[in-house]
């Protein structure tokens, strides 16, 4: 688990990175300087805990995977920020310019960006798992998991010790 939230982590900064040197590009700054905190390499550590969930809605539809992604998205980057600014005196992002904030934490305009990287998420958590990557047990559907339970059991039958009392005489 503490090697796919570093992961996670280092990817979140690379997104961020990304994310603000493009939103350079309104501002006319060819430079394209992308920034991040410290901080929120931490935060974006904390995607590690959407695994469960991107489990439970594995059989889910698109927009019901993506909207459940952004409300907990939501969620975390509306606590991890009121905590920091609680404890710090601010938080690594403003969004007061944002008419679709949220106590300045979260921005309600954010969730298609959010909707699509959670997504992105998903796939890459997949493909960690497909991988069996830093010990991320492979995920096979129920049918196949009932599958191998069943041919388990069958193997075994002929190695209780009846049975083999009984072969042996």
């Known amino acids: ?9 280092l990817l979140g900064w690379c997104m961020e990175i990304l994310w603000t040197g493009l939103y350079s590009l309104i501002k006319r700054d060819v430079c394209l300087p992308g920034n991040t905190s410290l901080w929120m390499f931490f935060i ?11 489990d439970a809605l594995e059989n889910r539809n ?7 992604y952004v409300l907990c998205i939501f969620a975390v980057e509306y606590a991890t920020g009121w905590l920091l600014r609680s404890v710090l005196g601010s938080a690594p ?3 007061s310019r944002s008419r679709f904030n949220i106590d300045e934490l979260i921005r309600l305009d954010y969730a298609p960006a959010w909707f699509a990287a959670a997504l992105a998420f998903e ?14 047990p492979a995920r096979r559907s129920v049918p196949e998991q009932t599958l191998a339970a069943d041919a388990g059991a069958l193997a075994d039958v002929g190695k209780t010790p009846a049975l083999k009392r009984f072969d042996e005489t």
């Open 1 to 9: 688990m503490k090697y796919r939230f570093f992961i996670y982590a």
């Open 44 to 54: 974006y550590g904390l995607a590690v805990f959407l695994e469960p969930l991107a």
């Open 62 to 68: 698109i927009l019901t995977r993506g909207l459940a």
């Open 93 to 95: 992002w403003n969004y």
């Open 123 to 136: 796939r890459f958590q997949r493909w960690l798992r497909a991988r069996d990557i830093f010990g991320l």
